[in-house]
């Protein structure tokens, strides 16, 4: 699948979405998270929203995607949807959210077979739709052993309100983390070799 290229012209509608999202990212901010947020829309619609919840959860798996997918399965649980009732759901879902899906999210929207995801600013540590690993294009071809890769490859386009989420992002680091784990010893530079 493909990734498009950074600042693309988006529509009215893409660019509402991601304020949705960019709405949820200030709102992890608000609670000292790192500020990330987003939103997943079916056929025109808004059915889920997330934000960072790793450090109120003490949970470092509470990305805003796996938030909002699991708010998304524990609803379509209660209706009663088949397994392949909720991947056909997913399927036609769309996400937006502020920052490229890390490798886990990445992987966990392949695994589900979510239709498209548009995020803001990208991840150069851990992003997992081109930043370190294209996962939103894993296809089905066998690997070596012989296995079937387990993802479905998704449309992926980068750039869309960037400025906007970078501007949370270096917030967020500009306050110091409060949450942070303190050194047990103190920090001691090193003068460099010349």
Known sequence: METQGQGEVCSPEILAYMELALEQAK????????PVGCVMVESGKVIASGRNRTTETRNATRHAEMEAIDVLLEQWQKTGLSVSEVAEKFSKCTLYVTCEP?????AALSILGIKEVY????NDKFGGCGSILSLHSSSNQPHDSGEVAQGK?????????????VSLLRCFYEQGNPNAPKPHRPVTLQPADH
Not at 156 to 163: F, K
Request: charged share 15%; aromatic share 6%.
């Open 27 to 34: 709102h992890a901010l608000d609670c000292l998270e790192v």
């Open 102 to 106: 890390c490798i886990m999210c990445a």
């Open 119 to 122: 995020y803001g600013c990208a």
């Open 153 to 165: 490859g998704f449309k992926c386009i980068g750039g869309v309100m960037a400025s906007e989420a």
